[in-house]
């Protein structure tokens, strides 16, 4: 999807794609289509774009190459692949808020949750139980059950609740003593309620937000003042892919935070990212003159330097975590 969003942008802006690659490597099948040849490689690790042209200067290029059109189309090109990386986590999330629903608390006095080492669990309450009584009252939602619960300080250190599990009726002397709150350790239930198309647009287009900016945050954090957080290489994400791929939601709700995590880290500033070009197109249009070949050169030395350690301390970090 990434590569798609800027070969869609070529093909809008007039430029040849000369090659739209699935993979890397030796080619395993191939078709012409719409003036570009596709290809299946390989190794199945992302794929890229070729335009003509890309190997091209500005002043040789022709009209339909890549560096034949002028700085701010070139980059436009550039950040269309993070945009569409964008584009494909918000489908997602809205097609999960819409089709599975939003996650919130259920009204009904029904428990969702029991805290590991609390009072409820000591005492035998498991999740799935329904709240009858409370002390003698009948509790119709959670919030009731709430209530009465915060009423129970005022005359007893003790609270009576009965309880139907599968249909036999329990009950539990639950001590609380005199003081302080009052923490059963129970919550509700979480349920998933559909959302309409615009209501979960809207709550995807906040998700995406929460999610950027946090990862703007953490990177923020992490380069200016050294911050402990460990980036997740190619080892980690492949254990958090496993990990969530017994479950549909899970891994569909991981694809489009990887997606985002993907744009983002590609609108960096960064040599031989997207956000490097772009730097560089930038450059040009304010001094309208591209950079010269050797500080071309130069600069995606020094990227390519930049990415291997970045690639190296990630790839650590995943190991050390596999250790612990």
């Given at each position: 999807i990434y590569e798609m969003g800027h070969y869609l942008a070529c093909k809008w802006l007039g430029i040849k794609v000369e090659t739209f690659s699935l993979g890397f490597g030796?080619?395993?099948a191939s078709t012409t289509f719409w003036n570009t040849l596709w290809?299946?490689?390989l190794i199945p690790l992302g794929g890229f774009i070729k335009p003509a042209g890309i190997d091209k200067r500005p002043e040789d290029a022709k009209k339909n190459e890549y560096f034949g059109k002028v700085w701010y189309r070139r980059l436009v090109v550039?950040?269309?692949?993070?945009?569409?990386n964008f584009v494909l986590a918000f489908a997602v999330f809205v097609g999960l808020l819409m089709f599975r629903g939003m996650p919130k608390y259920s009204t009904a006095p029904i428990i969702g949750e029991v805290q590991s080492g609390s009072l409820a669990e000591k005492a035998g309450l498991l999740p799935g139980d329904t709240i009858n009584y409370i002390n003698q009252e009948r509790p119709k939602t959670w919030n009731e059950v709430h209530q009465m619960l915060l009423r129970t300080r005022k005359y007893r250190n003790y609270v009576e609740l009965w309880a139907n599990r599968n249909g036999e009726r329990l009950y539990f002397e639950i001590f609380i003593g005199w003081h302080g709150p009052i923490t059963l350790g129970i919550s509700p239930r979480v349920i998933a309620v559909?959302?309409?198309?615009?209501?979960?647009?809207?709550?995807?287009?906040?998700?995406?937000?929460?999610?950027?900016?946090?990862?703007?945050k953490l990177l923020a954090a992490k380069f200016s003042?050294?911050?402990?957080t460990q980036f997740m290489g190619a080892i980690g994400i492949y254990q958090a892919v496993a990990q969530a791929s017994s479950d549909?939601?899970?891994?569909?709700?991981?694809m489009a935070i990887l997606s985002l995590s993907i744009g983002i880290f590609n609108l960096l500033p960064i040599p031989l990212l997207d956000g490097g070009w772009g730097l560089l197109f930038i450059w040009e249009g304010i001094t309208r003159k591209y950079p010269s070949?050797?500080?071309?050169?130069?600069?995606?030395?020094?990227?390519?330097?930049?990415l291997g350690l970045f690639l190296l301390y990630a790839s650590c970090g995943d190991v050390v975590r596999l250790l612990d």
């Open positions: 030796p080619i395993l290809t299946l490689r550039a950040y269309a692949g993070p945009a569409m559909r959302q309409g198309f615009f209501t979960a647009a809207k709550e995807s287009a906040l998700i995406c937000t929460f999610q950027v900016t946090e990862t703007a003042r050294g911050d402990k549909w939601v899970e891994s569909l709700s991981l070949a050797k500080a071309i050169y130069a600069f995606q030395l020094a990227g390519l330097a930049f």
